[in-house]
């Protein structure tokens, strides 16, 4: 009876001890995973600063900038490579502070915002249709989004930007998002309107007159980019003088033989029958 109750004893403290060793060891793990966990969170930096290389350097390649001693873009570039975590930093230009996101929905974007006039406009794209799209229409660039962190984060700006101030229509073909659709298709429509000073004078030049200006190759390129762009353009010539007028979003845009550059309220046929945009 005595030894039976040693033994009874014996088993329950050896009980006690293992049921000990098991909570601690399960305490050690979530201790030891929240430690590895932050270990692994401090290596994101979220907020990777504000980069000033577009402001300082100035390059006829932009891409011979050396972005691997930018602080910020290789931050963005390592939380871009790390499966896409999510991150953020300020890019100084002369013209205006950028913010440049990475944001991770089913797959990686890019999002760019702009505050200009009290306004915020912004454009986000997915990251695999920007490098599926540079590399198929420029392959000269396929090197920079396989490089380093920083040159990787910068050729995804680059493009981007491109892609949206170039290729509006193919933006959005990729799936891109863009804030202020109007006021960036009337600035395409005034890109293709400006061209068309150039080659008025050289089509004077070459033809002794203005004559069949509005016939000429130059004009339809412009004439076909606009109506791709949704909207319409008007012009007349005759052998010392010459107008075009297209339909902005909420006004035209009227070009002429003076030199005149105008975005106003009058009818484009009312500018085209004075041959004049004032």
């Given at each position: 009876m005595y030894k039976g109750n040693i033994i009874l004893?014996?088993?329950?403290?050896?009980a006690v001890l293992l049921f000990g060793l098991a909570i601690g060891f399960v305490i050690w793990k979530v201790v030891d995973s929240e430690d590895s966990s932050r270990r692994n969170s401090s290596e994101v930096d979220k907020d990777c600063g504000t980069s000033a290389i577009f402001l300082e350097e100035q390059?006829?390649?932009?891409?011979s900038l050396d972005f691997e001693k930018d602080e910020a873009l290789v931050c963005l570039g390592k939380n871009i490579k790390n499966n896409c975590q999510e991150s953020q930093a300020v890019i100084k230009t002369d013209d205006f502070d950028l913010n440049y996101k990475i944001i991770e929905k089913d797959v990686c974007w890019i999002y760019v915002e702009i505050y200009e006039d009290g306004k915020l406009n912004y454009a986000t794209c997915p990251m695999p249709q920007v490098r599926s799209y540079s590399i198929?229409?420029?392959?000269e660039v396929?090197?920079?989004?396989?490089?380093?962190?920083g040159?990787?984060?910068?050729a995804y700006l680059i493009m981007t930007m491109h892609l949206i101030d170039n290729?509006?229509?193919?933006?959005?073909?990729?799936?891109?998002?863009i804030s202020n659709d109007d006021k960036v298709m009337d600035n395409h429509i005034k890109a293709d309107m400006s061209s068309l000073r150039a080659a008025a004078e050289i089509y004077g030049y070459d033809n002794g007159d203005y004559s069949g200006f509005c016939f000429s190759q130059d004009y339809l390129i412009v004439?076909?980019?606009i109506e791709e762009n949704g909207s319409a353009i008007k012009c007349k010539d005759m052998s010392d003088k010459w107008i075009a007028c297209s339909s902005?979003?909420?006004a035209n845009y009227c070009l002429d033989y003076q030199g005149n550059a105008i975005e106003t309220t009058n009818s484009c046929d009312q500018l085209i029958n004075n041959l004049s945009c004032q």
């Open positions: 004893i014996v088993s329950i403290i050896v390059a006829a390649d932009i891409f198929d229409y420029f392959p396929k090197e920079y989004f396989s490089g380093s962190p040159t990787l984060a910068a290729d509006y229509k193919t933006a959005l073909s990729l799936g891109c998002e004439k076909a980019s902005l979003s909420s």
